[in-house]
């Protein structure tokens, strides 16, 4: 078996110039969080509030912590104070949640909008049109505390590759097509897709930031 740092190192050196890695660390012990710390990596992904929450209170507070999970309403504000991304906004309400557990602690935090590519019914996420309905509300104009930097997606839980890179070629035209939005609260740069399985796919189809878990950490039981 390959160690957390050597995985990581193998990995990054695939990884063109352009693409951002999170670590996603879910379920693993801070020990092994520490050693891919100790091999460079700054940001980590996890996908419970109050799991993140532990580990940001421990850790070294140099790191970047992203949200890759479903959140939910009442847990944002354990996590408003030093969360640095949230990928998985999927509705406008948890987005003006965001944004005034953003404004106690004088802060701006970055959300992606999850856009639904995936023909699974378990997967959430918004239809485009969603998210160009929520860029065109004057609500979302008044919302000073938070920044939309892009979009995010899961392809379906599948061996067909055909259909996955369908699915990312959909996330990939969304983010195209919202891009030439112009607003305050909108800086797109952030194509969020790709796991282990099938991050070299999503990096062909546009994306820019890979959420990698088990190659890096191994299986999580
Ligand atoms: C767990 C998880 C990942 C990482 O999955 P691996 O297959 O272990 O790389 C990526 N994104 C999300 C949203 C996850 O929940």
Same mark, same amino acid.
């Given at each position: 078996?390959?160690?957390? &740092?050597?995985?990581?190192?193998?990995?990054?050196?695939?990884?063109?110039?352009?693409?951002?890695?999170?670590?996603?660390?879910?379920?693993?012990?801070?020990?092994?969080?520490?050693?891919?710390?100790?091999?460079?990596?700054?940001?980590?992904?996890?996908?419970?509030?109050?799991?993140?929450?532990?580990?940001?209170?421990?850790?070294?507070?140099?790191?970047?912590?992203?949200?890759?999970?479903?959140?939910?309403?009442?847990?944002?504000?354990?996590?408003?104070?030093?969360?640095?991304?949230?990928?998985?906004?999927?509705?406008?309400?948890?987005?003006?949640?965001?944004?005034?557990?953003?404004?106690?602690?004088?802060?701006?935090?970055?959300?992606?909008?999850?856009?639904?590519?995936?023909?699974?019914?378990?997967?959430?996420?918004?239809?485009?049109?969603?998210?160009?309905?929520?860029?065109? &509300?004057?609500?979302?104009?008044?919302?000073?505390?938070?920044?939309?930097?892009?979009?995010?997606?899961?392809?379906?839980?599948?061996?067909?590759?055909?259909?996955?890179?369908?699915?990312?070629?959909?996330?990939?035209?969304?983010?195209?097509?919202?891009?030439?939005?112009?607003?305050?609260?909108?800086?797109?740069?952030?194509?969020?897709?790709?796991?282990?399985?099938?991050?070299?796919?999503?990096?062909?189809?546009?994306?820019?930031?890979?959420?990698?878990?088990?190659?890096?950490?191994?299986?999580?039981?």
């Amino acid at each position: 078996m390959t160690s957390i &740092s050597e995985n990581l190192k193998n990995i990054k050196s695939t990884l063109p110039e352009q693409v951002t890695l999170v670590a996603v660390s879910k379920t693993k012990p801070v020990s092994d969080l520490m050693e891919a710390y100790e091999a460079g990596q700054r940001i980590f992904g996890e996908n419970k509030i109050q799991e993140m929450a532990e580990k940001h209170e421990i850790m070294p507070k140099d790191i970047e912590w992203h949200m890759i999970g479903h959140v939910q309403r009442n847990k944002v504000k354990y996590m408003a104070e030093f969360v640095s991304l949230i990928h998985g906004v999927d509705n406008f309400k948890l987005l003006k949640e965001i944004n005034k557990q953003a404004e106690k602690h004088e802060r701006t935090i970055n959300c992606l909008l999850q856009i639904k590519i995936a023909s699974e019914d378990s997967k959430f996420g918004m239809t485009l049109s969603d998210a160009e309905a929520i860029f065109q &509300s004057e609500d979302f104009s008044s919302l000073k505390n938070i920044k939309v930097t892009g979009v995010m997606g899961m392809a379906t839980f599948t061996e067909n590759e055909a259909q996955i890179k369908n699915e990312f070629n959909s996330l990939k035209s969304a983010f195209d097509s919202l891009k030439n939005i112009e607003h305050p609260n909108f800086k797109p740069e952030t194509i969020s897709m790709g796991m282990s399985g099938d991050y070299k796919l999503a990096i062909a189809c546009g994306s820019t930031m890979v959420r990698v878990g088990s190659s890096i950490f191994g299986h999580r039981s």
